[in-house]
Every structure is written in C-alpha cells, then in structure tokens.
C-alpha cells in the first residue's frame, strides 16, 4: 500500500502535503508556497547560511535539533519532523532568547543574514545552552556576513543562556507525541514506501532496506538523495527536474553507527555531524578535516554515502577513506557484494556501482598498532566552508624507524581520488629519513598528472602534494612541530 502524503509538524502545525512537485526545496515551499519570508535566499548553492532553518527530529523520548539549509533541502526529507523557521521564534510577545541577546549585543547586523544566524544561534542554544566558543564558531562558521564581523554575534551567543526556558522547551511531550504519532501512522499505512507522485517528478521515502531495494529494481534510472547537499544542486543551479528521488535518509539500515573491536561500520546515509566525534577518538586528524567539509549545516545533511556517491575527484572523504583501505558494501536485491574503495572509482564521475545497486554501509578499519600514523592534509583557499584543492593522505606504519606499511592517496591531483603506487613503492621497506622522503616526492610526478583550474594550477598542485609529504615527514619525526590540518592555498 502506498500513502501519498508526507506529515510534518511546521513548528506547531501538523502538515500535511500530498500534490506537490518533490522537487521543491523547503526554502521555495517556505516563501512560495507559505508566504514565510523571514527565510532569506542568499545563494541557494548552501554557501552562505541566510536560508538557514532548524529541523528537530525525536530521538530516544527526546528533540534533536539540527540547523540546514533549506536552499538545497528537498521537501521529501521533511516527512516525520518538525521544520522550525525564524517566524517561530517568538513567544507571544516576547522576543526568544537568541533574539533578545541579539539585541542587547547589537548583533543584528543585516536583514539577509541575520534570520540565518538567529537560526544557528537557535540550534546551538538548544544544543548547547552554555556553549563553548569552539561550539559557537563551529554553529555560525556556515552563515556569511561580509558588511561588518562576527564579534556582536559571538557575544550574543554566550549570552542567550541566561534567558531560560522557551516554548519549545515547554511544548516538548506534544511535539514528541505527534511527531512519534506521524512515524507509527505512516509505517502502519506503508507496506511499501511512502510516495509524492506529480506527473513524472516522483519520490519515494522507502523504511527499510528491502523496501529500497525493490524500489531501485523497479526504478533503476531513479537518483538517489541522502543528505541532498550536492544533488539538489542540479535542481537549484542546473535548473533540472531530478525525475525519480529515492530519499534515502528514513531507512533506518543506512541510519546506522557500529563501532566493532576492528572496525567501524557506517551506514551510506548518516550524516557527518552523527558520526564523527566517535570516528575522530581513532582517528582524530580525519575528524578535523570532516569538521572542515562545508559548514554545521551542510554536515548535519550530508553523508559518507552522498560524498563516495558522487565521485567527484575532489571529494574529501574517498582519500582518507582509500588510505585507510576502507570497504563498501553495495547492495542490489538481496546481495551485497563488498569492495575496496579504491576500486569503486573508474574514472571521472563513472564508478563500479551497478544498475540498480547502491551504497548500504562504509566499513573503515581501526588502526592496527600505535606504530600506525594518520596525516590528512586539505588544502582550500578558505578554512571553513570551501572545496579542497589537493587533499593528501598519508597512512604510514612506521617501526624501529622503518616504514613498514605505507598508502598514500590524493584528492585533487587526477580525475579521481586515487592512490600514489609509485610513491607508496618508494616509502615501503625503507628507513623513514629525508632521504626515502626525497625520493617518494620525486614519484609523486610519475603517480600523478593534475591539471588547473579555478582552485588550483597544476604546478601548484604538484607542488604542494610534495611538500605535504615533507611536512608529514617532518610532525611525524618532530612531533611537537605537528601544527593540526589547519591549511590555507
Ligand atoms: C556549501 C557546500 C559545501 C561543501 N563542502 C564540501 C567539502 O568541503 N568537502 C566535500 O567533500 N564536499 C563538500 N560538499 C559536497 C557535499 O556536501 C558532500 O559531498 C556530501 O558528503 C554529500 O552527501 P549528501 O548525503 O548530501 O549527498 P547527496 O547530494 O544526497 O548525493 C550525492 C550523490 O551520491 C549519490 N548517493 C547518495 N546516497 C547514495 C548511496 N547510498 N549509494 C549510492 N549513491 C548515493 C546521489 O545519487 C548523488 O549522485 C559541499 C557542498 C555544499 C553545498
Ligand atoms: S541561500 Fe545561501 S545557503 Fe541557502
Ligand atoms: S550581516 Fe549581512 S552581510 Fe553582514
């Protein structure tokens, strides 16, 4: 049976939708369809934070709020949540807490930008009403002001714990009663998928695996959406119709998170925020650079699934993930075949994915021993919220000074993210020196042709992925000179 209609609570008002394009993103649906103009267009690409909205989701009797961009959101994923935007803010006639700070430390600054930042500001109070000021930078790096600064704001954000309670803090038994109630009375309703059907832009919302697979059978040309944050990008830049979407992000299967005593495994659709303060106390360094992928909102909706997905060659995860020798498990029917990362990517933008098949988990090994070290390396012209130029991944076990394993892989140097072999052939057996250092940069060139473009030249390319070698050298032999993967080209 299929019900074709997505519920959501839009702040307090349970919605209900059912004849409408699911292309249309929660940004278009708030000002177009809701006259809700307080949600601001900046952009529309997830860059600058002005459409930014919260969205809370009930999780373990409790409300979990994430801020997002509802510029590249797709009405499909709202199902079973309560969408919150700046109109909702007010209690009666009392400003909310983040606002009245706002106020008081005169940091409102311009009528495009400030309702994002009042959202962000929103999720961190809700997140963490005493935040720190790594939280608070991290919350408002993804909203852009380029007229005045980011100091009033900051202030106002260590200031809103003093207000207290609000009404969402009040409302929440009934927020959570009646989002559990949209979920149980729409998998009562579903024995297959969950379907909004407008002529030929069709979405299914599958809530299982099985219900997946039988969907990317009968719908093999279908375009899968996980978080959506490159995806909806051919709808808002490209001006295309996505045709058939598979919202992938109901399917409690690729929800998961399994820490195993030898591996973690991943499911392809969980987004970066949920997972990496557990991937990060292994591997800290790959934690601070998915720290630097977009912005808090553009994490807390894209996913590992979406960014290996993509097969774009300046991804970057599938690096890291590579030198890890990290595994997929693609899934078509009832069988999963599993991979090797490195041998999903064929060529620029053509993977080894096959019809009807798609990504259910990423299984990424633990280090084996300490003797193993990890350096990842982006570089971007911006810190945060920008795409790497070259990204670079060195995964050496190193053992009474000899490098006894070593992969090294890159993003940004080829059409795509790839191993260096002959750089791995020129550190493997050898005696960890300048030397062995010397000569694995020299392989570099024969590993790799870059090409320029508007992030980089090919010399520099070249360059730099050298000289991220020596620099791995040079914090791995020297430790206290070990400066963190903060880069800028
Ligand atoms: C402002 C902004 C900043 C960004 N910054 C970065 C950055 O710094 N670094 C970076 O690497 N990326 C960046 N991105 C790109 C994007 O956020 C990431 O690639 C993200 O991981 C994509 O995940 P998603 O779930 O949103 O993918 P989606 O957009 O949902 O999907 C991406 C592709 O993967 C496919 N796909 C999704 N799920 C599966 C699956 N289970 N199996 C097979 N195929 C699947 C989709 O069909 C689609 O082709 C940025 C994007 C934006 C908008
Ligand atoms: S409009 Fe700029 S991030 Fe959405
Ligand atoms: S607040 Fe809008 S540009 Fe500064």
């Keep these: ?26 940004l278009q649906y ?34 979990r709020y994430k801020s997002l961009n509802a510029c590249i959101s797709l009405l ?58 790594h939280q608070t930078l991290e919350a408002l790096a993804g909203n852009l002001c380029r007229c005045t600064g980011y100091r009033a704001i900051v202030d106002a954000a260590a200031a809103a714990k003093n207000h207290g309670a609000d009404q969402f803090d009040r409302n929440v038994a009934h927020t959570i009663a009646t989002l559990n109630s949209i979920a149980r009375d729409t998998m009562a309703q579903l024995s297959l998928n969950k379907e909004l059907n ?52 109901n399917v409690p299967e690729l929800q998961k998170f399994e ?11 969980l987004p970066y925020s949920e997972f990496t303060p557990h991937l990060a106390v292994h591997y800290p360094e790959f934690g601070d650079m998915i720290e630097r992928i977009g912005s808090l909102q553009i994490r807390n909706q894209g996913t590992l699934g979406g960014n290996v997905g993509n097969a774009s060659p300046i991804g970057d995860t599938p690096p890291v993930l590579i030198a ?14 599993q991979i090797a990362i490195e041998d999903y ?18 299984e990424i090994p633990k280090p084996v021993s300490k003797a193993q070290q990890l350096k990842v390396y982006k570089i971007s012209k911006r810190f945060d919220d920008d795409i790497s130029a070259v990204l670079a991944t060195f ?44 000569a694995a940069k020299a392989q570099l060139a024969s590993d790799y042709t870059p090409m320029s473009d508007v992030r980089a030249s090919k010399d520099y390319r070249m360059t730099v992925a050298q000289n991220l070698l020596q620099k791995a050298f040079i914090e791995i032999s020297q430790p206290q000179t070990n400066t963190g993967v903060v880069q800028y080209a």
């Design 1 to 26: 049976m299929i019900n074709n209609q997505i519920q959501f609570l839009l702040n307090d008002q349970l919605t209900t939708l059912s004849d409408i394009d699911p292309n249309t993103t929660i």
């Design 30 to 63: 708030l000002r177009q369809h809701q006259h809700k103009s307080g949600t601001k267009e900046g952009c529309a690409s997830g860059d600058c934070g002005a459409c930014t909205v919260v969205i809370a989701e009930a999780v373990a009797g409790k409300l």
């Design 76 to 133: 499909p994923s709202l199902h079973g949540k309560q969408l919150i935007t700046v109109e909702d803010l007010e209690d009666g006639d009392r400003l909310h807490p983040v606002q009245q700070a706002m106020v008081d430390f005169h940091g409102s600054q311009c009528g495009f930008c400030t309702p994002g930042f009042i959202m962000s500001l929103f999720a961190l109070h809700k997140n963490f009403p005493d935040p720190s000021k």
């Design 198 to 249: 407008d002529g030929a832009q069709q979405a299914f919302s599958p809530l299982s695996l099985s219900q997946l697979s039988q969907i990317m059978l009968d719908n093999p040309q279908a375009r899968l959406v996980a978080g959506g944050t490159d995806i909806v990008l051919e709808i808002t830049q490209m001006h295309k119709k996505l045709g058939t979407i598979v919202y992938v992000g």
């Design 259 to 269: 820490e195993h005593d030898d591996k973690f495994v991943i499911g392809a659709a």
């Design 324 to 337: 890890l020798d990290a595994k997929l498990n693609l899934r078509c029917d009832d069988k999963v075949r």
């Design 345 to 362: 990517f064929v060529d620029y933008k053509v993977t080894s994915q096959q019809t009807s098949e798609f990504i259910e988990s990423i």
């Design 395 to 438: 995964n050496l076990t190193i053992e009474n000074d000899v490098i006894t394993k070593a992969r090294v892989a890159f993003g940004g140097m080829a059409g795509i993210p790839a191993r260096a072999a002959n750089c791995e052939q020129a550190l493997n057996g050898q005696p960890f020196t300048q030397a062995t250092i010397d």
